[in-house]
């Protein structure tokens, strides 16, 4: 096994196990208008993601459902500043930006096609709310953080195998599925 598969192994697991607490610490960040701009506005894009009809892997598939989320979240706190990721009291932005060397080493020359798109989900809508309409209006506002928490209470974490044959299905995905 390589390092790099070692390690992938090692902190994927713990990455989904944690999203929960991840999305409701970042619904923190969205609903806090004490903090910049720019640390909302990457808590929100993480967040969206949560809500998409489409995912890059569709939530139900076996061990990966979800790990796509968990690399989302973690693009999204790099995309902030970082004084941005400093102003948030939780320290939930700037842990998950540490943490996206790993995700960009797995993804190698994928990874620029993974920040195109997570930048690309501000403009997108998600149950009907743009990322935009979340930071600026209170209704979307209030619904948006009350659908994250509620995605978090239901939230099951999967399975993720210590199988090297798992990282090759999910960097093939995500090859496939990001343009």
Partial sequence: MTPLAARSLDAFPNWLRSLADD??????VVENRELPSGARRSAALALN???R??????DG?????????AFVFRVAAASASPDDQ???????LARLADEIGLVREFMSDVYPRLEAYVGGLGDASARG?????????DAALADFVRDAKQW??????PAFSRDEKNLVKLKSFLTARLK
């Fill in 23 to 28: 999305a409701r610490q970042l619904a923190a």
């Fill in 129 to 137: 709310r743009s990322v935009s309409e979340v930071l600026s209006d």
């Fill in 53 to 58: 009809s489409l995912d890059l892997i569709p």
């Fill in 61 to 69: 598939l076996e061990d990966l459902g979800f790990i796509d989320d």
């Fill in 86 to 92: 400093k102003a948030d009291p939780s320290g939930t």
């Fill in 152 to 157: 978090a209470d239901g939230y099951q974490v």
């Fill in 49 to 51: 993601y949560l809500f």
